[in-house]
């Protein structure tokens, strides 16, 4: 074990921090993008890896504040297939810690043509993405020099649930984003070693990682870190699809990461929880409705669409020391890099 921090987790370390740059000095940014897009009809993402975890996560925000619905755009049908988008009058998030995909940067500029209001959120103002979109929020998060994204995803994630909340005058929302900083510093306390013991030490194949609604897009995530940080095979899904053929993976001692968010969805998620526990998963969950999956200490927000932010913050300091434990160099993640460009 390391005598000094990782840098992953000196990045963790800073994300209360970071996030409260965000708030101090993103006001116009968002204030200005929630004006021209306040009669959005509809909403669409396009984003890749975390960033596109953090859209899958905002997705549930969008569709339950306005009724509308929001999809993932498919980069490829853009970038490689050459066709055109129609969505006239949509909101458009495209997403990137970099700003410098390719990919990305071309669906922006599709999404632009094919008449939406298209709002980069990216900690690169000066990127191309910046330069296709219509507006730019920066999520100033400041330099992450970790190759796995930490406190970029939570701005980015954070950015997006502003400017929602912004555009649809959410005064409840908009007051406990004001007030994360302060949990996601408790966020970072939390302590899961007994989940980060277990799972370093286990032989089991793979994992799973479970969430629903908005905490869904923290469960995939998770399962993204697993990957690239520890070297553990890991699967997100939604607690609801889970029992619909994953499950015949589990087996005893098969580990199991479950979120939850103080929301309509925390009950149902509970109850999957306990059901592959009672099929000798090894489950930890953020909530204390379980009987049989083990509770993990957890943040709660005020607020059940700010929850999962203060989940992956604690999440993200548990997959460090799960790296730490296994070996394995949380700082330089096998095969990757910082900036990944796709086409």
Known sequence: MPDTPTQMKREIDEIPRALQNLLAHGRDDITSAAAAAKNARGFASAARGSSDHACAALKYTAEILSGQTMTSLAPS??????????????????????????????????????????????????????????????????????????KTFVNSLVAGLWLLAEMHGDKKLLAAIQNLPDFLHEATLCDWTDAA????????????????????????????KFKEVCRLHAEGYSSAEVLHGPVSLVGDGFPVVAFAAADAAETALAQVADKLAERGARVFATTSRARRASALPHVRTAHPMTDPVAAVVSFYGMAERVAVLRGVDPDAPRHLQKVTETL
């Open 197 to 224: 013991s277990f799972i370093a030490d286990t032989d089991a194949p793979s994992l799973f990682t479970l969430g629903r609604g908005a905490s869904y897009g923290i469960a995939l995530e998770a399962a993204l």
């Open 77 to 150: 049908v853009v970038s490689l297939y050459g066709k055109e988008l129609k969505l006239n009058g949509a909101l458009c998030l495209a997403v990137s810690q970099s700003g410098q995909s390719p990919d990305i940067v071309q669906t922006a500029q599709a999404a632009v043509a094919g008449g939406a209001f298209t709002v980069a959120l990216t900690n690169n103002t000066e990127s191309p993405l910046a330069g296709a979109a219509s507006a730019v929020v920066g999520i100033r998060a400041g330099e992450e020099h970790g190759v796995a994204a930490t």
